[in-house]
């Protein structure tokens, strides 16, 4: 693949305002769809304890290798997804199956955009 075609289904997803568990719980989900630059058993860590914390992975959307399901969280999640528009709204689509969300934000350019979620638990309290 050359680097316009691997730019065009690439998705960096930056995550804050949440606890370690929450964006595990996040990325993990999104790993089970598309290929990530974490390693498979690579969990969120606080580099200082107290401090903001932002998370961040690149996925190849390309290639979809399991369906989303529900997700619960403790708490909502701040997600930014950036890239192509194909693979960020292919993104968005994931991440939907997967939680409830509220888009906050979005900057679009060219070639890339640049998307600002709320993500909340995709499992409801019923469903329990």
Request: aromatic fraction near 6%; glycine fraction near 8%; charged fraction near 25%.
């Amino acid at each position: 693949m050359n680097s316009a075609q691997e730019s065009a289904t690439s998705v960096v997803v930056t995550l804050s305002g949440c606890s370690r568990e929450d964006a595990d719980a996040v990325f993990r989900t999104l790993g089970r769809s598309f290929e990530s630059d974490r390693a498979a058993g690579d969990a969120p860590q606080y580099v200082s304890e107290g401090h903001a914390t932002v998370w961040t992975t690149t996925f190849d959307v390309v290639r979809t290798q399991e369906d989303a399901e529900p997700v619960r969280l403790a708490a909502p999640v701040t997600a930014e997804l950036q890239g192509g528009y194909w693979a960020v709204d292919r993104m968005q689509a994931t991440l939907a199956a997967a939680f409830d969300l509220l888009e906050e934000g979005m900057a679009a350019g060219d070639q890339e955009k640049d998307v600002q979620l709320r993500l909340s638990s995709g499992v409801h309290q019923e469903e329990t």
